[in-house]
């Protein structure tokens, strides 16, 4: 990638991180109750809307699938690897990123595995970082009062700064002044004193 896309590559991965809004946001079982009236609901958001976001940020852009394995046995799944390659500029280079993938079908499989290559460009990653909550559930399914108390807590959660951005700031600045770098890590404390010193010093 030549120094001149630099600047769209950034703004690139910062829109391709951006949140999803709430109403995109499903809400999964992560664990649940013996009787399995009460789970533990995550945050996820589906294939289509990784593909959206794509289509919106980069238009040009590719997947390619590899299937590893193949059920042997009732219960075992189906493993896929995806190489996801973003163009941040349509004259500029590739950026490929893979994952593996897993799912009761070939399907869910490829879905799994495009969703966890695009996390690696910051696409939905944050939603590791939303809280878990016990919400009522029925036969282990989320209720619709379930994922309503779920979505309450997403909206109340309020992350202090992104460390993907925070990394590539550093990666960054490190290589246009290594020496602005070394002065605002020997200040910073936290996280947050690190991004304050960047924008403090124009980064």
Not at 18 to 31: D, I, N, R, S, V
Not at 143 to 160: F, I, L
Request: charged share 30%; glycine share 8%.
């Amino acid at each position: 990638m030549v120094k001149a896309d630099l600047g769209r590559l950034r703004e690139v991965l910062d829109a391709l991180a951006a949140p999803f809004p709430l109403e995109a946001l499903g809400a999964k079982p992560a664990a649940s109750n013996k009787d399995k009236t009460s789970v533990l609901a995550a945050a996820y958001v589906d294939a289509r809307a990784v593909i959206d976001r794509l289509n919106t940020v980069v238009p040009l852009w590719e997947d390619r699938y590899t299937v590893l394995a193949t059920p042997q046995k009732e219960g075992d799944p189906y493993v896929v690897e995806c190489t996801l390659t973003i163009y941040p500029s349509p004259d500029g280079e590739g950026i490929s990123r893979s994952d593996v993938g897993e799912g009761e079908t070939l399907k869910a499989a490829y879905s799994d595995a495009l969703k966890r290559a695009a996390v690696k460009f910051g696409v939905a990653a944050y939603l590791y970082d939303l809280p878990k909550k016990w919400v009522p559930a029925k036969n282990g399914f989320i209720t619709d009062e379930g994922r309503a108390e779920a979505v309450r807590a997403w909206r109340e959660y309020r992350p202090s700064v992104d460390p993907s951005g925070v990394l590539r700031a550093l990666i960054r600045r490190a290589k246009e002044n290594p020496q602005v770098v070394a002065e605002v890590l020997a200040k910073a404390e936290t996280v947050d004193d690190i991004v304050a010193g960047f924008r403090g010093g124009g980064a």
